[in-house]
C-alpha cells in the first residue's frame, strides 16, 4: 500500500473547508492508501493560544477524525506532540532551508500580517518556520502523497525541496511526496467575503461553517452569506465567487456534478440554492455530531490515539536515526 499524510492544526473548531478540503477525503483514502493523521498542535502554537481552549479543540479535532469516520484499526491517528521525532526532524529541516525560501511562503505573507494587525504586536518565530515542521511531519513517514487544500500547495512544494537537497547532500533519506490536491482544486471560501478562503481562525464566526455548529446556526449562516444582487444562479469564480461557493458546498457534498446541479436551479433564485445548500449540510453534519457525542470524553478516544502514538513512533524512530547518522550527527556507527 502506498502512504499518505495529512493533518488539520488544532488552531480552532474544524470548519466545513477542513472537512471537505482534507477529511473527507482522509477517510475515503483509507481504503487504498496507509494513512497517517494526526492533530497538528505544535503548529497550532505558531499563533497565540490560550491553555484552556487549545487542550478543547484538540479533544475535539480528535473525536471528530473519528466521528467522521476514520478507522484507528485502518489508519495511524496520533496526536503531533506525542511523537518527540517531529520537532527533532523540524529542528534539522530549519537549518537546511533558507530564509528567502521561507519569506515567499504566502501562509507566513497572510498570517503574519494578520498577527501584526491584531494589535498582539508581535509575529512568532514558529509563524515563519512553520513549512519546515510540516517538511518533517511529511517525510518522517515516507508519505509519497500529501491530500491537501490548494493552500498548503506551496508547503508541499518546499517540502519537496527539502526532501531533494538532502537526498543529494547526505545520501537518500526521504521520499519525495507528491501533492495531492482536490481534482477541481477545491476551496471553500469564507461566508462574509468570499474571495477569502474559509480558515477555522477567521475572527469572524458567520463567515464559517463549524462541523459542531447547530442547525439553527447553520441555517442562519447560510441564509447570511455573501452573494449578489443578480439573483442568477451561475458557477463563475471571479465575478460570483459568493454563489460559486455555495454551488461548490452544494456538489460536494451531494457528490453531484455542476451539470446536474445547473439542471436542478434552472429557473431558481438564490433562496431555492441556499435551502438546498441548508438541508445538504445537515444531512450530512448531522450524523457526524451524532457519533462525536458518543465518542468525546469517551475513554476510546484516549486509547486510539495512544495506540496510533505508538505505532507513529517506531516508524519516526527509524526514520530520525537515519538522517542523524547520514548528517554526521551520531559518534557511533
Ligand atoms: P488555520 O486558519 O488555523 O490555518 P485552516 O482552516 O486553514 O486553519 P488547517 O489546519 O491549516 O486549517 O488545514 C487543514 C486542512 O484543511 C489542510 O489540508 C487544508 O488544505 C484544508 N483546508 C483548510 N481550509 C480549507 C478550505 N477553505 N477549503 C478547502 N480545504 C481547506
Ligand atoms: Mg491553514
Known sequence: KKKMLSAITSSGAMTLGNYLGAVKRMVNFQEQYEMHVFIAN???????????????????????????????????IFLQSDVLEHAQLGWILNTQSTIGELSRMTQYKDKSQKAEESGKGYIPAGLFTYPTLMAADILLYDAEFVPVGVDQKQHVELTRDLAMRMNNRYGEMFVVPECLVTENKLKIMDLQDPTKKMSKSSDNPKAIIKMLDSPADIRSKIKAAVTDSENLIKHDPINKPGVTNLIEIYTTLKNVSLQEAMVRWKGKNYKDLKDDVIEVLLEVIEPIQTRYKELYNSLEVEQWLEQGAAKARMIANKKINKVQNLMGLNYKR
Not at 53 to 64: C, D, F, Q, S, T
Not at 66 to 71: E, I, N, P, Q, T
Open 42 to 76: 505544535l503548529h497550532a502554537i505558531t499563533v497565540p493560544q490560550d491553555k484552556e481552549v487549545l487542550r478543547k479543540n484538540i479533544k475535539e479535532i480528535a473525536a471528530l477524525y473519528f466521528a467522521c469516520g476514520m478507522d484507528p484499526n485502518k489508519s495511524v
